[in-house]
Structure formats: C-alpha cells, structure tokens
C-alpha cells in the first residue's frame, strides 16, 4: 500500500466497524518513521485524548505532535504554542511558547504572528524588541486580522516599533471602521480580552465555563477570533462538555471568511470522520 492508503487504513482502524486502535497505532507509526505529519499528529491526538483502550498520555502526546510540528505542520506547531502559552495540562513555558509561534508564524499562520509579535512587545519568552513585534503583527495585519490591524495603527499613531506617521494611521483607522460595525469596538473586544483571561487565569481567577458563556453570546456570533476560541473549548472540552460536532459546525460557519478555520474544519473531518 502506498502511504495515502496506509493512512486511510489507520483511519478506518480508529473510527470504522473493525475498529482497532493498535492497529492503527502501529500503521500510524510506520508512516512517522518516514517522516509523515498526519501521522505523527494522528498519534498525538490519540495520546491526549485517551480512550478505553489507550491511556491518556500527555508526555506521549507532546513527543508525537512535537515531531509533526518540526516536519513542518503549520496548525499543530500553533497548537503547541498556545498550549505552552496557557499551560494545559502542563505549566506555562514562554520560551517553548515563541518557539513553536516563530515556527507557525514563518509557515504563515495569522494567529501565530499576532501571538507571536505580542510576546515580542510584552518581552514574555524573548527580548523585548518593538520592531519585531510591529513586523510580526504587521503580517498578520495584511491579511485582515482585526486585533492585529487596530495594533498596527496604534503604533503608527504612537510611533512604537515603527516611525510615527499621521497619515498611514488615518488611512488604517478609514480602512477599518469603513470594514467593521462600532460593535466591533466594545462588546466584541471586551469580550474577547475577558474570555482569554478567564481561560489562561491571566490576570483574574481562572473559570473556562464563564469564557465559554461570553463566547456562546449572540452579540459576537460573527467574530471570527471569537469563534476559533470557542470551537477550541468544544472541540477539547474546555470549560464545556466536549463535542466535535458543535466545534465542526462552528468552523463549518465560518469557514467561507476564515482560513484558520477551514484549516482546522480539514483536520476535524480527517481526525473524526467526518463529512467534509
């Protein structure tokens, strides 16, 4: 069998009627040793989530998603950033945190070069450096991320990380409000900032549930960030009792808008089974 057969193999061993996961255990790791990412990340998934046939094994799981990450696998190597970022099921590690962001960000993901510029400005995990912080963000910036867009602006209003410049600052501002609603501005940003705290314990006492209820309000339905965050606590069952199929759908409907979450649609519908 050829590898994209071996691999449909392992998924049926995991999800359909003759189902096996050591089967599927030992299929996937054939394919890792040569140096497949879906396979490596199929391991790390069944490592992190156990069953009851296979233990829950986070050091396991960390090896198997951390080769995928160094083969190159742009959303598990964001995944193990923000992991290290918030601490799941491990303390928090800011400099393993840059590390996996620098390595999303070079692979383009937007999520990873906000993150990844804000650890640059805050010197969480790395130097404090202003201008790689604006360069990082600015990536993110240019492809249409808001919370990156509004912090580009700031600094050309500022000056920080870049020279000061009037007329750029009320070109973005134009750009901006002419492209999102005032709500954008309040409920949405408050929302978001809060939900985040609440996750990682940042600042306030941590309570997933409570960022899980700000997050499922109708007034930020359609803030795409918002709702990555919200799939991301269904989908590993994070202050909310764990459902792929409420995360699949979430994607699902923002899919059209957002690459981060066609990306992630892609790898539910392969990890799971589901219609893609």
């Not at 390595?103 to 010197?123: D, E, F, I, P, S």
């Not at 792929?244 to 992630?264: F, G, H, P, T, V």
Request: glycine share 6%; proline share 2%.
């Amino acid at each position: 069998m050829n590898t994209d057969e071996l691999l449909d193999r392992a998924f049926e061993c995991l999800e359909g009627p003759q189902k096996d996961i050591y089967q599927a255990i030992s299929l996937f790791e054939q394919l890792s040793d040569s140096g497949n990412m879906v396979a490596q990340f199929a391991l790390g998934e069944i490592y992190w989530n156990g069953n009851d046939q296979v233990e829950q094994n986070n050091e396991l799981a960390i090896y198997w998603y951390s080769l995928a990450g160094e083969n190159g696998h742009p959303l598990v190597q964001l995944w193990l950033g923000n992991n290290y970022c918030i601490g799941i099921r491990t303390d928090p590690d800011a400099e393993k945190a840059v590390y996996w962001y620098t390595k999303a960000a070079a692979n383009n993901v937007v999520l990873a070069q906000y993150h990844l510029g804000m650890c640059y400005h805050t010197g969480w995990g790395v130097a404090r450096d202003e201008e790689r912080a604006f360069l990082w963000i600015k990536k993110a910036a240019d492809q249409g991320f808001l919370d990156a867009e509004l912090f580009v602006s700031e600094a050309y209003k500022s000056g920080i990380g870049v020279p000061a410049d009037s007329d750029e600052y009320h070109r973005m501002s134009k750009s901006i409000l002419e492209r999102y609603e005032p709500l954008a501005f309040t409920i949405t940003d408050v929302a978001m900032s809060l939900s985040k705290a609440l996750l990682s314990g940042n600042g306030v006492e941590r309570n997933p549930a409570l960022a899980v209820q700000i997050l499922s309000t109708d007034q930020i339905k359609d803030h795409v960030e918002s709702m990555l965050l919200l799939a991301d606590c269904y989908e590993k069952g994070i202050g909310v009792e764990k459902s792929i199929e409420k995360a699949y759908q979430i994607l699902k409907r923002l899919s059209a808008e957002s690459d981060i979450a066609r990306n992630k649609m892609k790898l539910l519908s392969i990890r799971y089974d589901l219609d893609y």
